[in-house]
């Protein structure tokens, strides 16, 4: 697509105006990619990171305050030993490449996830990055490592009996508002938008809680395949959809 066809877009998709503040995606299709040009699965994840770059600039592009990707679940290590080393040392190369960009476009970077999983040397070059990125007031780039919404809403119920045990909290304290604040999350708006691309119909054991209400956007684009004008396309689905929350069209709001 050239570039004034993609700047029209934008344009049409700033007039309309209804912008999602957060941003979800999984980012599925790599090694399919892969696979249908004879490479290995590695190379679909390294073409991955293109479109990782397009939807960020975009997401700055459009004033989003969040976009959260599903970067490495919690099963993914459960993939062959190769595939997973791989994937680390490509993920330290890309943090270590690209803070900087990040950096000139005011980015701020954020992780969630149970990191000790993580290689020593990832963990620290994460760590590090965050710490260049803090004072950036644009785009929260949130990167869900190690992930499980499983094991999220588990810790957060430990953490939840942890403070009754320990007379911090009473039992009838509990809501759903308070429950959030528990989540890997409670700083961010939840998702208003999540995206699935190579057409898979499933969550994933993603944001389970966060998403009750989200939009959901599936694609049968490959994530490497992923960039700009896609994205572009599903937040223009996103701003024709009708949001109710329960409720009706139109329905005026409740007045005590």
């Known amino acids: 697509m050239k570039d004034f066809e993609l700047q029209q877009l934008k344009g049409e998709i700033l007039t309309h105006g209804k912008i999602p503040r957060h941003v979800a995606i999984i980012m599925d299709g790599n090694g399919r990619w892969a696979r249908r040009r004879g490479l290995p699965r590695v190379a679909g994840h390294r073409a991955g990171i293109n479109s990782v770059r397009e939807v960020v600039t975009a997401c700055s592009e459009l004033?989003?305050?969040?976009?959260?990707l599903y970067t490495f679940?919690?099963?993914?290590?459960?993939?062959?030993?190769?595939?997973v080393t791989a994937l680390m040392r490509l993920l330290l190369m890309t943090i270590k490449k690209e803070v900087y960009e990040l950096n000139k476009n005011n980015?701020?970077?954020?992780?969630?996830?149970?990191?000790n999983d993580l290689p020593a040397v990832t963990r620290k070059s994460l760590v590090d990055s965050i710490e260049i990125l803090?004072?950036?007031?644009?785009?929260?780039?949130?990167?869900?490592l190690s992930y499980s919404s499983r094991r999220e809403i588990i810790s957060a119920v430990s953490s939840i009996c942890r403070d009754i045990q320990n007379q911090n909290l009473r039992p009838e304290q509990i809501d759903e508002q308070l429950f959030s604040r528990y989540l890997y999350t409670a700083n961010f708006p939840d998702p208003d938008l999540l995206i699935r691309t190579s057409g898979e119909l499933r969550i994933s054991n993603f944001l389970l809680w966060q998403i009750a209400y989200a939009e959901l956007y599936i694609s049968d684009i490959l994530w490497p395949d992923f960039g700009k004008y896609e994205f572009y396309k599903a937040i223009q689905a996103y701003q024709l959809r009708?949001?109710?929350?329960?409720?009706?069209?139109?329905?005026p709001m409740m007045v005590n």
């Open 63 to 68: 004033g989003i305050e969040v976009l959260t």
């Open 134 to 144: 803090k004072k950036n007031t644009g785009l929260i780039l949130n990167l869900a």
């Open 107 to 115: 980015v701020r970077l954020s992780i969630m996830g149970e990191l």
């Open 73 to 83: 679940s919690k099963e993914n290590w459960q993939r062959p030993e190769e595939e």
């Open 242 to 251: 009708d949001r109710r929350f329960g409720k009706i069209t139109n329905q």
